[in-house]
Structures are given as C-alpha cells and as structure tokens.
C-alpha cells in the first residue's frame, strides 16, 4: 500500500457546514450538520462545472468532525486533487446518530446499528438534497428522479460502524449510489458482526441482493480495506473471502482498475482514522474512474 505524508499544499479546499432538519422515529425534530469538503477551485457561480460526490461515515462514537480531527485527511484530498491523481470531488462527513451528541457510556451494537437504520431515510430523504440541492453535484435537481439519475457519480464509506453503514447503504439504498467504501467495518444485515459469525451467509446475502436488483453486478464497485492488527479484520476479512467465491457477481481483482470487488489487507494497521485515511488515499483515483475495464 502506498503511504501519505503530509504534503504543503497551495491549492487549498474549504470545509462549510450545512444544517439540515430530520425528525426522529419519536417525532422529535432535530437539526443537525454535516461538514462538506468542497475542493479548491470549486465556484458557485460556475453552473457548468460538476463535482462527484462521497460521503464519509465516521465510526462509533463518532461525530460529523470526527474524521477531520482525527487524521490529516484535508491536506491528503488536497495533495491527490492538485497532482490530479484524483478528480477532485465533493466530500461529506454526516454523522448516523439521532442525538445532538455522539454515544455515551458502553457501546450497544443493535442500537448503533438501529441508528444507522435510521440513518438511511434521513440520508436519502433529508441530507442528499440538503448538500445536493447547495453544491453542484450530477444531480440535476433534488428531485428524486435526478437524484436517481446521479447514481453513477454518488459514492458512499466509512471506517469502523461507518463501514457497517456503508454495507447498509449498499443494502437498501442500491438505486442512489454505486461506488462503496467499507472501512474496516462488516455487513450486519445477517447480525451484528456477521461477518465474522456468518461470513457465508452474509456474502451470499450480498450476492443475491445485488443479483435480484435492478442493476449489473459491474454497475456495483466495492473497495473494502482493514488491517492486519485491526480487531475489524476477524469480521470484515472473511466475509470478503466467502465474497470473492461468488464470481457470477464477485469479480474479484487486486488491479483496482479491474473488476468490482476489491480488498485491501495492510500489514500492521490497526483500528484507528490514521490507518483508514491511507486506505482511502489508496482507493482515491479509482473511486470515479471513468475508463474502467471489462470486469472480465
């Protein structure tokens, strides 16, 4: 794997805030943000120019701040963006919890994961046209029609939680984004931590979703990645290997520009944002590339 380090940077991007309103399962009405990476050279009065887009989900505990406190991710999109290894995108960093703040006290996984269930209306119904309806995007409008039509340029991961979030947009959001970036984190839509209890099950869950859905397996691209001395590892690196057997769907290949299913294991990492930011400096000029081979 390719290493970052910090680089000074001329061509610097701009975080802006945009606030949105989401009700809860309770009927409580909540206001929360999302910080937005816009990258350098990005003009609001340019209605030609637009911008792919990935959204960035931070782990459990988290917030929507997380990801930039915890790691020099700004300074690495900027580098990759200004030697153009990189189309510079838009980057949102949302956060899944229903609360003002993060969790407190011990970790519960079924109710992180009900909040990351939660999440998936709010973000389809309350964030997506908050920043798509703001920033120029391929999304035509906020309608769901144009939103629908974005698909090809909308990607969505996360590191730890985020990467169950991640496998969960792939589950039940599959029409609105087609590029996924699960962080050390596993698919819990068979249980929490599936991956590791029921990697069979869980990879062919996967497949048969994605075999029954209104999309080619080429129209799905998965870059998946954890680290070798990453307790994540135990989840998400089986799941993966039960995945790479179903190849009518799976198209496994170490060549990132290849196939749909990629799988980064890197050696001695542990399970923290200075690790998964590299993984992400690696995936980078693959994520929208737009000449991609025959997954043959």
């Not at 109710?111 to 998936?120: D, I, P």
């Amino acid at each position: 794997m390719k290493q970052y380090h910090y680089h000074d940077v001329d061509f610097r991007g701009t975080i802006e805030r945009v606030i949105y309103t989401v009700t809860t399962p309770a009927g409580k009405i909540l206001n929360k943000y999302a910080n937005v990476y816009l990258p350098y050279g990005y003009d609001a009065s340019d209605l030609a120019k637009r911008y792919n887009i990935l959204y960035l989900m931070h782990g459990s505990g988290g917030n929507p701040d997380a990801w930039l406190d915890c790691c020099p991710i700004k300074n690495m999109l900027e580098h990759t963006f200004s030697t153009r290894e990189a189309e510079p995108m838009i980057v949102v960093f949302p956060s899944f919890y229903k609360e003002t703040i993060s969790r407190t006290g011990k970790r519960d996984a079924n109710y992180e994961y009900q909040n990351v269930l939660f999440f998936l209306q709010e973000l389809i119904c309350a964030l997506m046209p908050a920043v798509e309806g703001r920033y120029h995007t391929y999304a035509e409008s906020t309608s769901e029609k144009d939103l629908l039509a974005a698909r090809g340029h909308r990607a969505f991961g996360g590191f730890s939680m985020g990467g169950a979030t991640t496998w969960a947009v792939l589950t039940h959001c599959p029409e609105y984004f087609s590029r996924f970036v699960p962080l050390s984190g596993d698919c819990w839509e068979i249980e929490p931590l599936g991956g590791r209890s029921k990697p069979k099950e869980t990879a062919q869950f996967l497949h048969d979703l994605i075999r029954n859905s209104a999309f080619a397996p080429e129209d799905f691209h998965i870059f998946a990645a954890t680290g070798t001395e990453d307790a994540a590892s135990q989840s998400l690196t089986p799941q993966i290997e039960e995945m790479k057997q179903l190849t009518d769907v799976f198209h496994f290949s170490e060549d990132c520009a290849c196939g749909n299913l990629h799988f980064l294991l890197a050696n001695g990492e542990v399970h923290a944002y200075e690790a998964v930011y590299q993984y992400l400096y690696h995936y980078l000029p693959y994520l929208f590339a737009e000449c991609r081979r025959n997954l043959s």
